[in-house]
Every structure is written in structure tokens, then in C-alpha cells.
């Protein structure tokens, strides 16, 4: 099972939609405060639709109360545009933690710091960014591929 964490996740909409994507795949979502909306929005519950009763979700306070809880802090991947190693070139395994971080700027250089497996995924020159929501998919997409061999 995948860990799919979100660090200060701001866009409700995108947040559903990764929850549902998460009782798709069989993967438990990880949400850190603060978020941008209340978890009992509509637009989470509407993105999530009636898939969300089943989604398995921990909520934490902060990062560190979030890294407390992992169990082995060197199978977690941070996703940043900044890395230089692709996620199509990574070794996941079943139980790796997969962070994201906020729509709008991304993980913090705090929280970057912490961590030595930094992972981008490659993106045209024409982009700026991918959806979170996206991103997260290709990226659970990819690992489940390999898990499932």
C-alpha cells in the first residue's frame, strides 16, 4: 500500500480528487496542516464523491508530527520541480510515502531539507507546472506499475 502525502494541501477540488484516486489504488492519504479549507467542504466531498466514507486518511498537525509516525524515513520521495532524478527512474516499493506539497509553492526548502530522496517528474519548457491531482496520478500510476510486477 502507498502513502500519499499532502503538506499544507490549499485547492479543495484537487484534495477529493486524490482522495478518490487513493480508495482507487488501495493507498492511504496523509494530510498535514495547515489546509486552505475545511475538511467538511462540500468540494472535498463532492471531488471525493461518495468514495471518501472509504478513503483511509490521517490527519497531522504539523511535518514533524507526520515524520514521528513513518517508520522508515528513507523510503519517503519528495516531489519538487527543483530535483534532478525523474520518478520513471526510481525504485518504489509497496510502503513508500509519496509527498507532495502545496499547489502554490510547492514543499518548502524546510521541509526539502529533511530529506535525500528528491524526485521531479520531467514537464515541457511550455509548463510550468502540472496539476497536483495529476501529478499525484502519474506518479501512483508508476509506482503501482512496478509494485505489481
Known amino acids: 500500500m502507498l502513502n500519499i502525502v499532502l503538506v499544507e494541501p490549499e485547492i479543495p ?5 486524490i482522495g478518490r484516486l487513493c480508495v482507487g489504488t488501495e493507498s492511504r492519504l496523509h494530510l498535514i496542516h495547515p489546509f486552505g479549507f475545511k475538511i467538511t467542504d462540500t468540494s472535498v466531498k463532492r471531488a471525493g464523491l461518495d468514495y471518501w466514507v472509504h478513503l483511509d ?42 509527498v507532495f506539497g502545496k499547489e502554490s509553492v510547492g514543499l518548502s526548502k ?9 524526485l521531479k517528474i ?11 491531482a495529476n501529478a ?3 506518479v501512483v500510476g508508476e509506482a503501482k506499475r512496478q509494485i505489481m510486477k
Open 13 to 17: 477540488n484537487n484534495t477529493g480528487n
Open 122 to 132: 520531467p514537464i515541457s519548457p511550455l509548463v510550468r507546472s502540472f496539476n497536483i
Open 110 to 118: 524546510e521541509v526539502l531539507a529533511q530529506f535525500e530522496n528528491h
Open 136 to 138: 499525484v496520478a502519474f
Open 57 to 98: 486518511k490521517t490527519e497531522y498537525q504539523d511535518v514533524a508530527e507526520w515524520m514521528a509516525a513513518v517508520p522508515d524515513l528513507s523510503r519517503v520521495f519528495l516531489f519538487s520541480s527543483h530535483a534532478q532524478k525523474s520518478y520513471l527512474d526510481n525504485d518504489f516499493r509497496d510502503g513508500d510515502w509519496l
